[in-house]
């Protein structure tokens, strides 16, 4: 399953979960409208690849809106708690985690879906929320060496969900009938924030402050996420190649400029000014054909072959766990997949968009995983920044009509980019679309597509 929603002002998030299959192809298709001019001379692939797209790997439970199973999980925390270690850090993190990243899926579900028993919903959240933080508040270790991070990750979870609470207050329509749900959330906001207050989890100063709050907060989740984060070890691939190309390339051009120049002196004669005219003009042959030659005969041998290749490492015990290969390519839309077409429901006027397609394939090893997971979720953080420097920042007018009279609507421009993503795992095939509305300042909109 593949959700895409925008994540900052030029970046957008593609989750999916990869379940207890080994092995996974992962296509994604970036079409970009024609008239930004993006092509591979104005960004190369290469170039791309490390400026948007950055992939994170992290351990992941079915478990919904609990944090894997809490009574289990609360227990290890209490025994751990009596022997101090790195079982309790871990533990604590493991839990931790797990109920931001519910949190986050749920408060994402309702904004997005708004349902219709928003009061059940919102009372089901609230309830999870407050047993979930009065368990873990329970087992407060008593030594001082793991109370320092305990506190830490109590910080930060009392943050993080007077944050969302905050958010679903804001961002909500509610009835007239329904304002005591907004009270509500903004009273267990306050909860949270004099609960912070009253254990001096912060300094006046760092409360004063919003780009305070949020950097340490930032730093305390890198905290949390720490131990179940997979650590991605990457090779680029073809190096060795490029190197053989290079020097190929130059050996045979350097023999044929020296043949023609062996041939000038002996068309030539002795050396005179006509035979030194000619044999510059051979070296500067020379330099405009050389590096011509050696990109397109490497683009050549490269294409459609994986680009690079990476390692995921559990940071807990340094093992193995995973590995992947992944490709990107300009491609036409001609060359693309049937499937591909039609997802992308394209029309005369959209073939001149510019296909950006990159591909990976991975295989997990479920049986290296840390105790109580199965499982791994993949986070792509896809950052059209990239294409910021092709945003025109622009209006126009455009006039509508009320009644008699005519209304000049200032617009701005907005270009629309259409992502189709493909999953594939067993015998499962799952294409999907979304489209990502952008203007000069960020990401404006962003919806699946039907």
């Known amino acids: 399953m593949v959700t895409v929603d925008s994540n900052e ?24 409208p024609g008239e930004l001019g993006l092509n591979f001379d104005l960004v190369t692939e290469r170039a791309f690849y490390h400026q948007a797209f950055h992939v994170q790997r992290t351990y992941h439970s079915q478990v919904q809106l609990e ?55 919102l009372a089901e959240l609230l309830d999870l929320s ?6 873990l508040r329970r087992t407060a270790p008593k030594d001082e060496g793991l109370r320092r991070y305990y506190t830490n990750v109590d910080n930060y979870l009392s943050w993080f969900s007077e944050q969302q609470f905050l958010r679903l207050s804001v961002e909500l329509e509610f009835a007239d009938d329904e304002q ?4 509500l ?22 409360n004063s402050d919003s780009t305070r709050v949020s950097n340490k907060m930032r730093l305390l989740r890198r905290l949390i996420e720490f131990p179940v984060t997979l650590r991605r070890i990457g090779q680029e691939l073809g190096n060795i190649e490029e190197r053989f190309v290079k020097a190929g390339v130059a050996a045979v051009v350097m023999t044929a400029v020296s043949y023609a120049v062996l041939r000038a002196r002996d068309t030539l004669g002795d050396v005179t000014a ?45 093992n193995m766990v995973g590995k992947s290969l992944e490709w990107i390519d300009y491609k036409n839309f001609v060359d693309l997949a049937p499937e591909i077409k039609k997802a992308r429901q394209a029309t ?49 007018p455009i006039y509508r009509r009320d009644g008699n009279d005519v209304i000049k609507d200032i617009v701005e421009k907005r270009s629309v980019l259409n992502i189709v993503i493909r ?28």
């Open 9 to 32: 002002s030029f970046s957008v998030r593609i989750t999916r979960e990869l379940g207890d299959y080994p092995e996974h192809k992962l296509d994604i298709y970036l079409f970009v």
């Open 67 to 121: 944090p894997l199973v809490r009574s289990r999980l609360v227990q290890r925390l209490a025994k751990h708690e009596e022997r101090p270690g790195p079982e309790y850090r871990l533990s604590l993190s493991l839990y931790a985690y797990q109920y931001v990243n519910a949190i986050e899926q749920e408060v994402g579900r309702i904004l997005r879906d708004r349902p219709e028993n928003l009061r059940e919903s």
């Open 130 to 135: 407050a047993t979930i933080l009065r368990r």
């Open 180 to 183: 005591d749900i907004r009270e």
């Open 185 to 206: 959330l903004l009273r267990i906001s306050r909860r949270e924030s004099k609960y912070r207050a009253e254990n001096e989890y912060n300094s006046e100063r760092v």
């Open 274 to 318: 006509v035979f030194i005219a000619a044999v510059a003009l051979l070296y500067a042959v020379r330099e405009v054909f050389k590096d011509d030659i050696r990109q397109k005969l490497w683009l050549w041998l490269r294409k459609g072959r994986p680009k690079w290749r990476h390692q995921y490492v559990d940071p807990n015990n340094e």
């Open 348 to 396: 005369t006027p959209q073939r001149g968009e510019t296909v950006l397609h990159y591909s990976s394939w991975s295989k997990m090893l479920p049986a290296r995983f840390l105790s109580g997971y199965a499982t791994t979720r993949e986070t792509i953080v896809l950052d059209l920044e990239v294409l910021a420097p092709l945003l025109e920042q622009s209006t126009y």
């Open 423 to 450: 999953e594939r795992w067993s015998d499962n095939d799952d294409i999907q679309r979304w489209k990502v509305v952008l203007n000069r300042n960020g990401i404006v909109e962003t919806e699946a597509a039907q």
